[in-house]
């Protein structure tokens, strides 16, 4: 594993960012991001050297740091949610997900909203919450929006949690898909980039 994904990963734990944070900050898994902290720590099991999980570090901050390239590729990733609906609201997920939803919302002329998935709340008795301080997404028609899915626990998350407040997912988007999913609890799921291990 990268020398340089360990420092990171333990500069943020030492700042006190969670593990689902962290994994967001350097788009990893969970279960990378949790590896990457006990290495960091020392603290495996045994003190044995434990395998690193299976997944691909993501880098985007060439797109990121361009909000030129960042309405580009928001641009063809609300014409693929179309093909599914016109959506009332584009929720992004925090973090990144929500630069894309903000412009992908400019683009149609649609409310935006933010989701805060269970990863990034600290109470054990936690769910996903959509916040307030944003569009209303009850009765509404919605697309959902993040930057990589990893193993598809948050964006099913959302889906569930917008069902319950009456909303109806019309498609979930995201940039980079690294597990090769088509769809979570009846939703599609569309990606600009699908990676696959060969072998």
């Known amino acids: 594993m990268n020398e340089k994904l360990l420092n990171q990963a333990y500069d943020l734990r030492s700042r006190g960012f969670t593990t689902g944070e962290i994994a967001d900050e350097l788009n990893v898994s969970k279960d990378t991001a949790r590896w990457l902290i006990l290495q960091g720590t020392g603290k495996l099991k045994g003190d044995k050297e434990e395998k690193a999980p299976l997944d691909f570090a993501i880098n985007w901050k060439s797109l990121g740091g361009s909000s030129v390239r960042m309405k580009y590729v928001s641009a063809a990733m609300i014409d693929m949610a179309l093909e599914h609906g016109e959506p009332e609201v584009i929720v992004g997920i925090t973090v990144s997900g929500i630069p894309f939803a903000t412009m992908m919302a400019d683009i149609i002329g649609a409310d935006i909203s933010v989701f805060h998935p269970i990863k990034h709340r600290k109470e054990e008795d936690a769910q996903g919450a959509v916040s307030s301080n944003f569009a209303n997404v009850s009765g509404r028609r919605v ?57």
């Open 143 to 199: 697309v959902i929006v993040d930057d990589v899915i990893t193993s598809g626990r948050t964006i099913n998350e959302a889906i569930r949690v917008f069902r319950e407040l009456g909303a109806e997912p019309l498609a979930a988007v995201v940039l980079i898909d690294k597990k090769g999913i088509n769809e979570l609890e009846g939703v599609p799921v569309l990606s600009l980039i699908r990676v696959s291990r060969l072998g």
